[in-house]
């Protein structure tokens, strides 16, 4: 087996987005140690042994707000009646996504709040990798998606029910959900195809690429290459859509001669473009900062805002903003309390 002193590596963003320059050399290879790692050691959000107890609490209560807020939209946009229209189909499925990409990350971030030996088994960590990446690219794709049916609502309304049929939200979410599989399938497989050696520590609280890349011991090019064309096509692509959808959306508004027909319009798309600017101000954040600016605990920050904290927005972006969500939240807890009572 041929180790690669004194290695290091080319870009040092988190990300399956988007990737910069920069060298990243893996401090933990020690070049004469052949043995092939089997687990994975994760050096968590902080290290300060005082700290543990007190994130633990703020993080569980983030992951149960995520829990409950997406259980409700997924619910409500299942039950209620007023609710079986192609935009509630789209944001029922990004509260899928959104609570799958927490389940993923959270779970064991929590007890590794609690534990000392802060372990994950190779393929625990593999799986973890796989099942990020296909929830963050699919989330990506269904928010484009998302921008696409509400331009084909305000800007061609008469052709929306043909545009954006059943078979066709049924048939966009399928590929979205099978383009994210198979990133996630063959992007895990590029990382731990390589050779892991010497060190087992990962510099972060979830098995991401760049830090597991870090720790490699083999030639990385190939999956650097591949990582980097699937994340810079999934960015941008589904930003151009997003972009261009909105623009025509804007265009189409200030077009209309009635101010209340405006205030309408612009009322069923405000939910998304509020959520479309957290989560792409985010990613933008983070990967337009000067490379002299960046560090791991920056990444590690963002890392935490796009998995955790914007799937527990979400939920309140779409329902507080949103007459048609309260209005069926209204409904439900009524006859559920209706229910309870004739019992």
Known sequence: MKVLK????????????????????????????LTLVTEFILMGVSDRPELQIPLFFVFLVIYGLTMAGNLGIITLTSVDSQLQTPM?????????????????IAPKMLINFLVQKKTTSYYECATQLGGFLFFIVAEVLTLAVMAYDRYVAICNP???????????????????????FSTGIVVSYCIFSLSYCSSNVINHFFCDIVPLLTLSCSDTYLPETIVF????????????????????IVLSILRMRSSEG???????????????????????????????NYS???????????????????????????????????????ISCYSLKSV
């Open 6 to 33: 004194n290695k290091s590596l080319e870009f040092v963003t988190t990300s399956p987005f988007l990737l910069q320059t920069d060298e990243f050399p893996n401090p933990y290879m020690a070049p004469g140690n």
């Open 88 to 104: 509630y189909f789209f944001l029922r499925h990004l509260a899928i996504i959104n609570l799958g990409d927490s389940t993923v």
């Open 158 to 180: 008469l052709l929306y029910m043909v545009v954006v049929s059943p078979q066709i939200c049924l048939l966009l979410v399928s590929l979205t959900y099978l383009y994210g």
């Open 229 to 248: 064309i699937s994340a810079a096509t999934n960015l941008i692509l589904s930003l151009i859509i997003v972009v261009v959808s909105y623009f025509n």
């Open 262 to 292: 405006r205030k309408k319009a612009f009322s069923t798309c405000a939910s998304h473009m509020m959520a479309v600017t957290v989560f792409y101000g985010t990613l933008l954040f983070m990967y337009l900062q000067p490379q002299t």
């Open 296 to 334: 791991l605990d920056t990444d590690k920050i963002a890392s935490v805002f796009y998995t955790l904290v914007i799937p527990m927005l979400n939920p309140m972006i779409y329902s507080l903003r949103n007459k048609d969500v309260k209005a069926a939240l209204q409904r439900f807890l009524t």
